[in-house]
């Protein structure tokens, strides 16, 4: 069974800049979900996708978006990039229908903004 | 508005002493509830979840609606215990959305 993965490990980017961070889920989960987490905080929920669908977005602005592939493979694009924008993006991926809701995470991403 | 307070940033014991770490949660619905641990230089992992009634690695949960708490107990803690430790509350429909707390660090000393 392999785990969660996401690429790249670390990034350093400018305000203004976008930037595509990627992950792939879990073998045989079908679901998504993008969390960022801030220095000394938890997990927030950005969005998540089903079926190459979002299916349910936190509370961020349009400018976080992102895809999933017919792989389950998702990920998660940042336009115009904001000093507040640094943080550590995680990526879960699960199984939907198992009830549960169970959650497996990635070693995250982290991203700074200069 | 949901939301999942854990009060302690910190909470630090020595080896075999019990430990309790708060949470506490806001939502009208049906809650499911989970405890979430983050192990150093470890990825966040499921530690335990209300539905299940388990004890993982001696700690257990129980849900009180009527305090609308989820905290998590271990009778005797143990080193290899120290982590941070995430609350997180899954809302009833729709989608797997799940809201964090923002994490207690247990330190347990020799």
């Known amino acids: 069974e392999t785990g969660v993965t996401q690429s790249p490990t670390h990034l350093i980017k400018t305000r203004g800049q976008q930037v595509t961070l990627r992950c792939s889920s879990q073998s045989g989960h079908n679901t998504v979900s993008w969390y960022q987490q801030a220095l000394g905080q938890g997990p927030q929920f950005i969005f998540q996708y089903y079926r190459e669908e979002e299916n349910g977005r936190g509370n961020f602005p349009p400018r976080f978006s992102g895809l999933q592939f017919p792989n389950y493979s998702s990920e998660l694009n940042v336009n115009a990039l904001e000093l507040d924008d640094s943080a550590l993006y995680l990526c879960a991926s699960s199984l939907a229908g198992t009830g549960g809701r169970e959650q497996y995470f990635g070693p995250g991403t982290r991203l700074t903004v200069t | 508005a949901q939301r999942v307070t854990q009060p302690e940033k910190l909470l630090s014991v020595f080896k075999g002493a019990p430990v309790e770490l708060k949470c506490n949660y806001s939502y009208s619905g049906s809650p499911e509830l989970f405890w979430y641990v983050q192990y150093s230089r470890q990825r966040l992992q499921l530690l335990l979840r209300?539905?299940s009634r388990e004890s993982i690695k001696g700690f257990t949960a129980d849900l009180n609606k009527g305090e609308t708490s989820f905290h998590l107990k271990k009778p005797f803690a143990q080193e290899e215990d120290s982590a941070m430790y995430y609350c997180?509350?899954?809302?009833?429909?729709?989608?797997?959305?799940?809201?964090f707390g923002a994490g207690t660090r247990l330190a347990v000393h020799p």
């Open positions: 997180a509350l899954s809302l009833s429909g729709g989608y797997n959305k799940l809201i």
């Open positions: 209300h539905i």
